[in-house]
């Protein structure tokens, strides 16, 4: 299993600028989410999705949109990048929604900076 | 609102040496909690789970508790090695749905 992969690995965007940052996971797991990383602030949820066709926003939503029209993929999307989203992003995965032990694996992260 | 707080938020040690790291929640309302693993540039690394009915778990050198009533969990690392450098972060998931509340992280050096 590849587990958690997200691409790209870094992307530099200019302020209004659009983008998707890909996560998509092979282990079958119904919970996917995406937090982000910054220095002092710790990570912090933005969406998340408790199986196909169903999200929900976290803590920090405004700026993203997220989709999950299958049950591997887990898509967030820039609408217009502001230097406020430069950040780093994971994504995680998880069995089930309801499950009391179910472990969180990561994807290795973007590192995202918007000029 | 649930919050995390993670003491200290760095620590530097000699090898070979035992240590805790520390993790408070606010809320002791919780579903479980996790330690996580961060190395510089990686993603996290699940290091151990505790179910909320739970009082510890351990794997390897590395033993987690739980206190639910007094809001706490530590990170107990026996013979600390250089590979065990890094951030350790602790995470608690308030609800069915999956979602963690982070805390900040203790970064961890060990010296050789």
């Known amino acids: 299993n590849a587990g958690v992969t997200q691409t790209p690995k870094f992307q530099v965007l200019k302020t209004g600028q659009s983008m998707t940052l890909q996560c998509a996971q092979d282990?079958?797991?119904?919970?996917m989410s995406w937090y982000r990383q910054d220095p002092g602030m710790g990570l912090r949820l933005i969406h998340y999705s408790v199986g196909a066709g169903i999200t929900d926003q976290g803590e920090v939503p405004n700026g993203y949109n997220v989709s999950r029209s299958t049950t591997e993929d887990f898509p967030l999307r820039l609408l217009s990048a502001a230097p406020s989203q430069t950040s780093v992003y994971f994504c995680a995965s998880s069995r089930l929604a309801g499950s009391l032990t179910d472990t969180q694996y990561f994807g290795p992260g973007t590192r995202l900076t918007v000029l | 609102k649930q919050e995390v707080t993670q003491i200290p938020a760095a620590l530097s040690v000699p090898e070979g040496e035992n240590l805790v790291l520390n993790c408070s929640f606010t809320d002791s309302a919780i579903y479980n909690l996790q330690w996580f693993r961060q190395d510089p540039g990686k993603g996290l690394t699940s290091l151990l789970l505790i179910q909320s009915s739970q009082r510890e778990q351990t794997s390897g050198r590395l033993n987690a508790s739980l206190d639910k009533s007094s809001g706490r969990s530590t990170l107990y690392i026996a013979a600390s090695q250089p590979g065990d450098s890094a951030t350790y972060l602790c995470a608690v998931r308030r609800g069915s749905q999956g979602n963690l509340i982070f805390g900040k992280g203790t970064k961890l050096s060990v010296k050789p």
């Open positions: 282990m079958n797991h119904e919970y």
